[in-house]
């Protein structure tokens, strides 16, 4: 797997746990029920994702993989916690802002 998706794949990961935590009052151990289940589904979207490792940003993406009912649960969970990733993540943070000035040229057709 390439190191663009594995990045992706840490910042989802560490965005719904800082709003579970947050939100739900889960510990940083364990996610709850709903977000657990967000997290399996994020996962399966980037192992799919047809840029492979020329992957943009979700919200530059011009192939919206997610269904509408979970694109805009990590539409809520980004709004809360992209602000607070600066301070409690800011590698991560600074990366996903690298990673949104990337533009796609490959087709999907290719």
């Not at 940083?28 to 979207?45: G, I, M, V």
């Amino acid at each position: 797997m390439s190191k663009r998706i594995e990045r992706e794949k840490k910042t989802i990961q560490v965005m719904i746990k800082m709003y579970c935590i947050d939100h739900h009052n889960s510990n940083a151990d364990e996610l709850c029920t709903e977000c657990d289940a967000l997290w399996s589904y994020a996962q399966k979207r980037l192992l799919r994702c047809p840029f492979g490792e020329d992957k943009p940003t979700c919200a530059k993406c011009p192939v919206h993989c997610y269904k509408p009912e979970m694109r805009n649960m990590v539409r809520n969970i980004m709004r809360y916690a992209g602000p607070r990733m600066i301070i409690k993540h800011p590698v991560l943070a600074f990366w996903h802002i690298v990673d949104g000035f990337k533009r796609t040229e490959k087709k999907l057709s290719e």
